[in-house]
């Protein structure tokens, strides 16, 4: 069987598509996850992930691309 | 003598950092340009030239980087 974990969290700062792309970016780097989606208007990013990903990992990716969990 | 022309634009829609970036970079890619100085919050944007830039060239540039001259 082929589980996914699907992710939510809200990032705070997103002004623009490149923001969204950096975001994107830096999720995608973590091991496992891809269907990066980010709704800029609101902040909200969705993700799945192939094996469980830590918040811990989560944050640091966000931060990397210059943003704050909201 | 080495004479440098100085121009100044009005760029509309730049949002953050990754936009002064993005039109910075297509700016400077006009033949003779450097010094690029973008101000985020109000648009402006000042270079200097080796040679004379035409208006189209500038325009060109900005809208290329995906922004509109205001």
């Given at each position: 069987m082929n589980e996914k974990q699907t992710s939510e969290l809200t990032v705070a700062g997103m002004t623009c598509g490149h923001c969204v792309a950096s975001v994107t970016e830096e999720l995608q780097e973590?091991?496992?996850?891809?269907?990066v989606q980010v709704d800029l208007a609101t902040g909200r990013v969705r993700f799945t992930a192939a094996q469980p990903v830590s918040d811990a990992e989560v944050q640091a990716a966000v931060e990397g691309a210059g943003y704050q969990l909201a």
């Open positions: 973590i091991s496992g996850v891809n269907d």
